[in-house]
């Protein structure tokens, strides 16, 4: 099994920028994609991003430039740098994992718990 673990999140004004991680532990595997998710209350889960384990990245349109989704594969270990943020971008943001997840994120076998990111106008 593999565990997904967040962290970096927190209260940032308008304007600033996090840095989102996620290590994976346990009996990991190769060829999974990883991505990002996020959910606000009342809202429907929806991707961010994913990230192909070759690194190829692909993002929600409303992103529009301001986030970059990574991974380093001799560390376990999934990213999310989150640059001019919005209000609107306040969610929990988990990551995902599993070998549909690049190409059909939502079917992701591995969850994490979520990390909140609150953005203030």
């Known amino acids: 099994q593999l565990q997904l673990v967040e962290s970096g999140g927190g209260l940032v004004q308008a304007g600033g920028s996090l840095r989102l991680s996620c290590a994976a532990s346990?009996?990991?595997?190769?060829?999974?994609?990883m991505a990002w998710f996020r959910q606000a209350p009342g809202k429907e889960r929806e991707l961010v991003a994913v990230?192909?384990?070759?690194?190829?990245?692909s993002y929600a349109a409303y992103v529009n430039g301001r986030f970059t989704i990574s991974r380093d594969n001799d560390k376990n270990m999934l990213y999310l740098q989150m640059n001019s943020l919005k209000p609107e971008d306040t969610a929990v943001y988990y990551c995902?994992?599993?070998?549909?997840?690049?190409?059909?994120?939502?079917?992701?076998?591995?969850w994490g718990q979520g990390t909140q990111v609150t953005v203030s106008s």
């Open positions: 995902a994992a599993g070998r549909k997840t690049y190409l059909h994120p939502q079917e992701s076998d591995y």
């Open positions: 346990g009996r990991t595997a190769s060829n999974y994609g």
């Open positions: 990230i192909s384990w070759a690194g190829s990245p």
